[in-house]
């Protein structure tokens, strides 16, 4: 049985706007279509053959049809774009996010919430906001509920016998509801209910209640916290004004989608432009299977539909190339917005510069994916991603490595790999401050003491975790979809409790032990062994030695600098710039110790030889 024996049931279709769905022997959707009248577009197929390879593997595989009738063409869309998402149909061009917008999870379940980035919302009680577009902003509206409304970020079973509270407390970022005598249930509900306010963004609702609390606590002469209160409403105030002005269509606040369409697959690039600055991306990617005969509006209209069934569109979204249903489109994507969103093809000024610029950067993503190396560092992305259950292809990979001798002047590197290449101006370097950094070296015949220099490491890790994504969420980013550690279980241990010591649990870490090449995670009893020369493994090993040379190489430079300071930078009379000099001239600290008086004269006057001369003989 093949299409041509449905044309009984296709004579009697209904010339009304739907859906219609092909089905194989298995009684599997293979095929979802949306029609403004279904019997004329599903009768259009029987004319279909031969027009590509595609479409002639479609009709030979259905044997069946079933159609769902709608009111209007715009519920044929939703409709469509609904099934293919619930049903995966093998002939619809499907396509991947690079990644999945956060939300924000209010652990209404807890007796004492907490609020946390998540990529996905579970059915477990809690309450949920966003999306958050761009991403930042669900980090920034997190970091006000610590700062605001003292809305704890640690994962402690709060029972309020705990002696004394946190640093958190100190800094004024949790109401420490771990010692009942600061912080009582009630008063921290209180603080959950504004939290919750903010998450909503109900920010007038929030001014009001906030001022009428600041009023009462003036007028019963609690003046200290009549000041926060008062403080809280101005950085409300300025997050209102500030989303009130991105809001503005005049501002310049729209969307543009540029397309690149080749044998290995397509990328489509979504550019989001808040007021007139382009502040997120939106990569969608099909392979070549799914692009093979696929027209550039096929994918255009599957990708426009990809996205908004979840986001709210803009005013504006502007699109390469005219769709056959431009109206229709608009149509749908005004009433996703509950406002008019218009829908127009460019060609000429910044509109049309900045699809050029969309497109540009498709075409690059399309070479780096799909290239013979492109192809391999996106195979080896995959395939992390699977292993380690990531909600996102880890696009950026942040690796530290902690280097000392014995104990002595330990360094720390972190570099980033962004879409399988090294990117060395996001390359940090540490000093490791404190015990852990600072131990002297072993001397004479005794053995080193190997258990503290573990202890050491862990210590070393934990304080440079710490120190770099106290930094990031203070900066807002860039925040990284994979963390490598060099090291086993101990390490990554150390790094997570650098993480959650941050309320920044949720960022997956893993450790990459040398020897044996393993990789360990904080959810496995038993490592994860990847195939030796497999594309993931190899491109851990490429990530973890390049971050061990940054810190070797620091490490030298650091042991070099620590070598000269205790030779000339302990002399009053010599400076930096002197001390150049001195070892400009003179080639190395033993030359400037074997030169005579007039010679040091010569170079740094009289008075700083005299001194140069009485450090070497006296060492004072």
């Not at 990644?99 to 609020?115: D, Q």
């Not at 310049?252 to 990328?267: F, M, Q, S, Y």
């Not at 008086?597 to 005299?610: P, S």
């Amino acid at each position: 049985m093949a299409i041509e024996d449905l044309k009984p049931q296709i004579a009697r279709l209904p010339e009304q706007p739907g859906v219609y769905l092909y089905l194989n022997r298995a009684g599997e959707t293979i095929y979802v279509g949306k029609a403004r009248a279904l019997r004329d577009r599903v009768r259009s197929y029987l004319g279909a053959r031969g027009t590509s390879p595609k479409t002639e593997a479609l009709l030979d595989e259905a044997v069946g049809l079933e159609v769902i009738v709608t009111d209007s063409v715009v519920e044929a869309l939703a409709l469509e774009n609904n099934l293919i998402k619930e049903r995966s149909p093998r002939y619809n061009i499907k396509l991947r996010d690079d990644k999945t917008y956060p939300y924000l999870r209010l652990s209404t379940s807890e007796g004492f919430p907490r609020v946390s980035v998540v990529r996905r919302v579970a059915n477990d009680g809690d309450y949920y906001a966003g999306p958050f577009m761009p991403a930042s902003l669900a980090w920034q509206t997190r970091s006000l509920s610590h700062k605001l409304f003292g809305i704890r970020s640690c994962r402690e079973v709060i029972t309020g016998q705990r002696g004394r509270p946190c640093l958190e407390y100190d800094i004024k970022r949790c109401l420490a509801p771990c010692v009942a005598a600061i912080c009582t249930q009630e008063q921290y509900q209180h603080a959950v209910r504004d939290a919750r306010l903010l998450l909503d963004g109900r920010t007038e609702e929030l001014v009001a209640d906030l001022e009428s609390r600041m009023y009462a606590a003036a007028d019963e002469e609690r003046f200290e916290q009549a000041a926060q209160l008062r403080d809280t409403i101005r950085t409300l105030e300025t997050l209102r004004d500030r989303q009130q002005k991105m809001a503005t269509p005049r501002m310049g606040d729209r969307d543009a989608i540029g397309v690149k369409l080749g044998p290995g697959g397509a990328v489509v690039q979504l550019f989001q432009v808040r007021s007139g600055r382009v502040v997120d991306r939106v990569e969608m990617v099909t392979n070549a299977d799914q692009a093979r005969d696929a027209r550039l509006e096929d994918l255009l209209d599957r990708a426009v539909a990809h996205v908004y069934a979840d986001h709210a569109p803009p005013p504006e979204v502007l699109l390469p190339v005219a769709l056959p249903d431009m109206d229709l489109l608009a149509e749908w994507l005004s009433a996703r917005a509950g406002r008019q969103v218009l829908v127009s093809v460019p060609q000429r000024g910044d509109k049309k510069a900045l699809i050029d610029l969309a497109a540009r950067n498709a075409a690059l993503s399309y070479d780096a994916r799909f290239n013979e190396d492109g192809a391999a560092n996106h195979e080896a992305l995959e395939t992390l991603q699977a292993a380690l259950g990531l909600a996102a292809l880890p696009r950026r990979i942040d690796c530290f490595d902690i280097s000392t001798l014995q104990g002595a002047e330990t360094v720390a590197s972190m570099v980033v790999c962004q879409d399988g290449r090294m990117k060395k101006s996001e390359y940090r370097k540490f000093r490791i401050k404190g015990e852990a950094g600072n131990r002297e070296p072993e001397t004479g015949n005794r053995e080193p003491d190997t258990g503290s220099r573990f202890l050491d490491d862990f210590a070393a890790m934990h304080q440079v975790v710490g120190r770099r994504y106290r930094k990031v969420a203070d900066d807002d980013g860039p925040w990284p979809d994979l963390i490598v550690i060099d090291g086993g279980k101990g390490q990554l241990n150390a790094a997570y409790e650098a993480l959650e010591a941050l309320g920044l649990d949720h960022v997956v870490a893993v450790g990459l032990a040398k020897q044996e090449e393993l990789v360990f995670t904080r959810d496995r009893e038993d490592p994860i062994a990847f195939g030796q020369g497999t594309p993931a493994l190899r491109l851990l090993q490429r990530i973890r030695d390049e971050a061990h040379r940054f810190a070797v190489t620091f490490h030298r430079t650091a042991r070099a600098g620590r070598d000269l300071r205790s030779e000339l930078d302990d002399i009053t009379q010599v400076g930096p710039r002197r001390r150049r000099q001195l070892l400009t001239t003179f080639g190395s600290v033993a030359g400037v110790r074997r030169a005579s008086r007039e010679d040091l004269t010569a170079v740094v006057g009289a008075k700083a030889a005299d001194a140069i001369l009485r450090h070497f003989a006296t060492g004072t």
